[in-house]
Every structure is written in structure tokens, then in C-alpha cells.
């Protein structure tokens, strides 16, 4: 049932364009194991052996923290609609932040998102499609606006105070640097 290939076919590209939720996973050796669902068209497929996403100011920072000290990730798609496919994603990830070099450069690949904190660059070093004749049938009826309303009354300011109290550590206190990597120089 499982099929593992080297890179992104244009087939799978295309599935992962039409999808409106993904879920990242990722652990150090000694962290709790952390899987989020991601939505709001933040990810981007670069090459057939690249994928980039845009993370938003969430109430954790576990992702960020992990990959800084261990860049294994891994992305999960899964088709709510249409013939049955799991999709995962296999590879190193490095987090970039405002003050990086390349933020400017990957940032221009989206749409801006209120509350823009990390973009994760994934090398694919694996990709893996499994049946999925499990998952069920869901029906997308509409993006939450909820946390882009919020980010967008915090104000830069006010989600750099909100990263201080709540995004500097993960749930295991290893630190993200989102302070430092993040604030605007005057």
C-alpha cells in the first residue's frame, strides 16, 4: 500500500496545492514529541525536494525550539476529499527568522499573515504516500479568521510583548530566540 519515492512527483505537488490543513511533527532526543495542524495557505513547495512555511504567533513555540537543536520534521497531509492519500513530507528543517538573510527572499513566496514569526525551510530527504482509506470524509467550509483578527489588534508591539511572556521556551524550556532573532533594530 505504502510507496516511497526520492522527491515530489508534479502529482503530489499538485495534492499538497489543494490541501487546506497540514500537520508538522517534530522532537528532540529527550522532548516531548510535538505535532500541530497548520492551515491559512502558509506553505509553499519550492523544488520537488523543498518545502518552506510560514509560521504564524501561535500559543507555543514547540516547532522552533525543536529544530534548533534537532532539524529532523516531519509534514503530514491527508486527502478529507476525493480518492483516499496520506502524504508525509520526510527531511531537516532550519527555521528562519526576521533578522535572517534569506527571510526577505522566502518571506515574498506568501501572502503576508498577521502575526508572521518563523518561516521553516524543510529539505525533503524522503517522501512517503500511504492509502489513507481511514481518514474520513471532511468538508472545508471556511478558514478560522480568528487568529489573524487577534494579531492584527496585538499590533507589532504588542506580539513582541506576547512573544517575550509566552513563545521564548518551549513546554520542555529549550529556548526559541525568537526575542533576539526577531526584534527590529533602532
Excluded at 519550492?46 to 512555511?53: D, M, S
Excluded at 487568529?147 to 526559541?176: F, H, R, V
Amino acid at each position: 500500500m505504502g510507496k516511497q519515492y526520492e522527491s515530489l512527483s508534479e502529482k503530489l505537488t499538485e495534492f499538497i496545492a489543494e490541501q487546506k490543513i497540514f500537520f508538522v511533527g517534530t522532537a528532540t532526543g529527550s522532548s516531548r514529541v510535538n505535532v500541530s495542524p497548520k492551515g491559512m495557505d502558509s506553505l509553499r513547495v519550492l523544488n520537488n525536494n523543498r518545502v518552506i512555511w510560514l509560521n504564524v504567533t501561535g500559543s507555543g513555540n514547540e516547532t522552533s525550539a525543536h529544530v534548533q537543536i534537532d532539524p529532523r520534521m516531519t509534514i503530514m497531509f491527508c486527502a478529507f476529499e476525493g480518492p483516499p492519500l496520506i502524504l508525509r513530507l520526510y527531511g531537516t528543517a532550519r527555521v528562519i527568522h526576521k533578522n535572517d538573510d534569506n527571510w526577505n527572499d522566502l518571506f515574498a513566496h506568501f501572502n503576508p499573515l498577521p502575526g508572521a514569526r518563523q518561516i521553516f525551510d524543510l529539505s525533503i530527504e524522503l517522501v512517503q504516500t500511504s492509502c489513507g482509506m481511514a481518514v474520513p470524509f471532511y468538508e472545508h467550509t471556511g478558514d478560522r479568521e480568528l487568529l489573524s483578527d487577534w494579531a492584527k489588534k496585538k499590533g507589532d508591539d504588542g506580539l513582541m510583548e506576547y512573544w517575550e511572556e509566552k513563545n521564548q521556551s518551549s513546554i520542555d524550556n529549550i529556548p526559541t530566540n525568537i526575542i533576539a532573532k526577531n526584534r527590529v533594530a533602532t
